[in-house]
């Protein structure tokens, strides 16, 4: 399966934008979603996740700012991000963990990434 990850691009601080990431190819089923966040020189690191049951948990660095949302019919993973900072900008990575080749056997998929860039 691959994941189109789009919605990025550049804001003022205070700003919203809105990431989809959307999937092709054949989904038995969805477990964990998850977005990262990669700045260039350092680790990527995750931003905020949700479970199949639709459980959300988020970074400290987003929490009250960032809300992941799916869409289950089509598997479609959201990130609303408002409030944006500065410190936001970076390309942003959507992670599936789903069952592709049989519905017991799960594995894991990046999408390509949508760079956010936060204007001070």
């Known amino acids: 399966v691959q994941l189109q990850a789009s919605g990025g691009g550049l804001v003022q601080t205070g700003g919203s934008l809105k990431l989809s990431c959307v999937p092709s190819g054949k989904i038995y089923s969805v477990d964990r979603m998850t977005w990262y966040r990669q700045v260039p020189g350092k680790q990527r690191e995750w931003v905020a996740r949700?479970?199949?049951?639709?459980?959300?948990d988020y970074n400290d660095f987003v929490k009250g700012r960032f809300t992941i949302s799916k869409d289950n019919a089509k598997n479609v993973l959201y990130l609303h991000m408002n409030s944006l900072k500065p410190d936001d900008t970076a390309v942003y990575y959507c992670?599936?963990?789903?069952?592709?080749?049989?519905?017991?056997?799960?594995?894991?998929?990046w999408g390509q990434g949508t760079l956010v860039t936060v204007s001070s």
């Open positions: 949700l479970s199949n049951l639709g459980a959300a």
């Open positions: 992670h599936y963990d789903a069952a592709t080749v049989h519905p017991l056997i799960f594995s894991g998929f």
